[in-house]
């Protein structure tokens, strides 16, 4: 039987012309839209998805490309760009009878929570970004040898073929290397959360190299014209990092303090699943912030 998150509903949303999302849904109260990252699906949540339905309502779907929900070809740049994608979730949250809601993110959707608070300050009232620096300051930051960290994003930015046809050749051995040395802790993915990682992933190669050649191209060009413009995050924000600016040499703080004037900022020691390793750490800093 395939893992769930306990006590939580599972349905499918209409967000976009022919696009519906699957989406865990559990709690009452103030609306929380939990966003998963690589290469993962909304079962990363599963231990603050239910400390935070105590009081809250929850909302962990997957994003477009991703899990169970709806993977459209990539007929134009703009298809897996975040805006699209934080598009979805705000239309998502609006379907499940929400105009404002806190969102918190991982990862790949740490940066679609930054794009839906960039485009709609006014329903996005916190934001959490979980283990990633936006867009643009990560290209920024990446270079030399200490770039290799980071080859998968280098990789999935080539133009169409490529990339796929070499994941898909070995899809448990690619992804499976990320789950692998991106944990501390590898008793916090048991076996069964792995395995349906694994499958939900080798079932979307197109679609996950979609999202991240958007955030080579279209992504980086709507941080540009944010930057240009003076455009920031208006809403209370909390980051939580591993120390990557100190084995990077960079300042994480100081890059996100630009885009987000109500910041808070702290590293955690833990791999990078900090919410499936660290679920109690990272649970109180949603608290936190949900209360600023």
């Known amino acids: 039987m395939a893992p769930v998150i306990p006590g939580f509903t599972h349905r499918r949303v209409g967000v976009a012309d022919g696009v519906a999302l699957s989406v865990a849904v559990g709690g009452a109260g103030s609306p929380v839209v939990l966003l998963h990252g690589f290469p993962q699906t909304h079962l990363m949540w599963r231990h603050v998805a239910t400390d935070l339905a105590a009081d809250h309502t929850v909302i962990c779907p997957d994003l477009r490309g991703y899990?169970?929900?709806?993977?459209?070809?990539?007929?134009?740049?703009?298809?897996?760009?975040?805006?699209?994608?934080?598009?979805?979730?705000?239309?998502?949250?609006?379907?499940?009878?929400?105009?404002?809601?806190?969102?918190?993110?991982?990862?790949?959707?740490?940066?679609?929570?930054?794009?839906?608070?960039?485009?709609?300050?006014?329903?996005?009232?916190?934001?959490?970004?979980?283990?990633?620096?936006?867009?643009?300051?990560?290209?920024?930051?990446?270079?030399?040898?200490?770039?290799?960290?980071?080859?998968?994003?280098?990789?999935?930015?080539?133009?169409?073929?490529?990339?796929?046809?070499?994941?898909?050749?070995?899809?448990?051995?690619?992804?499976?290397?990320?789950?692998?040395?991106?944990?501390?802790?590898?008793?916090?993915?048991?076996?069964?959360?792995?395995?349906?990682?694994?499958?939900?992933?080798?079932?979307?190669?197109?679609?996950?190299v979609a999202d991240y050649r958007a955030s080579a191209g279209i992504d980086v060009d709507h941080d540009t014209a944010d930057r240009s413009s003076g455009n920031t995050l208006r809403m209370p924000v909390t980051v939580l990092q591993q120390d990557w600016g100190a084995a990077l040499a960079y300042d994480a703080a100081g890059r996100w303090k630009a885009w987000a004037s109500d910041l808070h900022h702290a590293t955690v020691t833990c791999g990078h699943f900090m919410a499936e390793e660290a679920p109690s750490t990272v649970c109180a800093m949603l608290r936190a912030l949900l209360n600023r």
């Not at 979730?89 to 740490?110: K, N, P, Q």
């Not at 936006?134 to 990339?163: C, E, I, K, N, R």
């Open 67 to 208: 899990g169970d929900s709806d993977k459209p070809a990539e007929t134009d740049p703009g298809v897996y760009s975040k805006r699209t994608m934080a598009a979805d979730v705000v239309a998502l949250a609006a379907e499940l009878g929400h105009d404002r809601f806190a969102v918190a993110g991982h990862d790949r959707g740490a940066l679609v929570a930054v794009r839906a608070g960039l485009d709609h300050p006014d329903v996005i009232t916190h934001l959490a970004a979980l283990d990633v620096l936006p867009t643009l300051d990560t290209w920024d930051v990446l270079h030399g040898t200490s770039a290799a960290v980071a080859f998968h994003l280098y990789l999935m930015a080539q133009p169409p073929g490529l990339p796929e046809a070499m994941i898909a050749a070995s899809p448990d051995t690619f992804f499976g290397h990320f789950l692998d040395i991106w944990t501390q802790d590898p008793a916090a993915i048991p076996g069964d959360v792995r395995e349906a990682y694994l499958a939900a992933s080798r079932n979307a190669v197109p679609s996950i």
